[in-house]
């Protein structure tokens, strides 16, 4: 019996009546709420105004693409964002990456990966509590000369402007600028902001690291802000 108290609100767009219903169970029985949706040119308007605390995304809809939703939304709306796709390429996954996805599942779904990704995700929307953020959960900042983070309110300002950013990569940013002046591996990155095993050949760090970097306007070839480290990963300077 599902409980009524849900943790989380999910926003599922899903076409196909089979999958979306078999989705909703498994989530309802996690304790989480889920709204569904059919169409994408639906989809927008409801997020936006629903602001829910996750968005699922088929990747295939009819009016408008998730990938399309996906542009869209990202303006006015900061919480995670799940494609499921049918389509295997690596193209698909990079693009939706790039328009502000934060993973990218392909179909058939298995509903307890899904989950597993989902908890991963709120996990690192809630303000981290570790021993090397006290500074930043002391003042509620990190104030790093040209660049400022708001660690609470989850923003992020560089040169007094705000550089608006997805849910993974303030985490990301967010992570490296706690681990200033020093090295941190993928494994650690992996680990310890993703929730997920590093096999050596993923190079999902390596994406979301060049999408930063785009954001903060940090050219890799003179990088200023967040340093590669050959061989081991990523150093992010201690001043901007």
């Not at 999958?19 to 639906?42: P, T």
């Not at 990301?172 to 997920?196: K, M, Q, S, Y």
């Amino acid at each position: 019996m599902v409980r009524s108290e849900a943790v989380e609100h999910i926003f599922l767009v899903e076409e196909d009546v089979q999958c979306a219903g078999l989705v909703r169970a498994f989530l309802e029985r996690h304790h989480f709420r889920v709204s569904l949706e059919a169409r994408g040119d639906r989809a927008v308007h409801r997020i936006l105004t629903e602001q829910p605390d996750g968005v699922i995304l088929a990747l295939e809809l009819p009016g408008l693409d998730g990938l399309e939703i996906c542009r869209t939304i990202r303006h006015a709306y900061q919480g995670p964002v799940v494609i499921l796709s049918a389509r295997e390429t690596e193209v698909d996954e990079i693009l939706a990456l790039e328009l502000g996805a934060d993973d990218y599942l392909l179909k058939p779904v298995r509903p307890r990966v899904l989950l597993a990704r989902l908890k991963a995700l709120f996990r690192r929307v809630r303000p981290y509590r570790t021993k090397i953020e006290s500074e930043a959960l002391a003042s509620g900042r990190l104030d790093l000369g040209r660049l400022v983070i708001e660690g609470l309110n989850r923003r992020v300002f560089l040169d007094c402007k705000e550089i608006k950013l997805t849910t993974s990569e303030f985490d990301l940013l967010w992570f490296l600028a706690c681990n200033r002046g020093r090295v941190a591996t993928r494994e650690r990155i992996f680990d310890e902001v993703f929730g997920a095993h590093y096999d050596g050949a993923d190079r999902l760090i390596d994406r979301r690291v060049a999408r930063l970097r785009k954001k903060l306007r940090d050219d890799a070839k003179r990088s200023q802000i967040i340093k590669s480290v050959r061989g081991e990963g990523y150093l992010m300077v201690a001043w901007v």
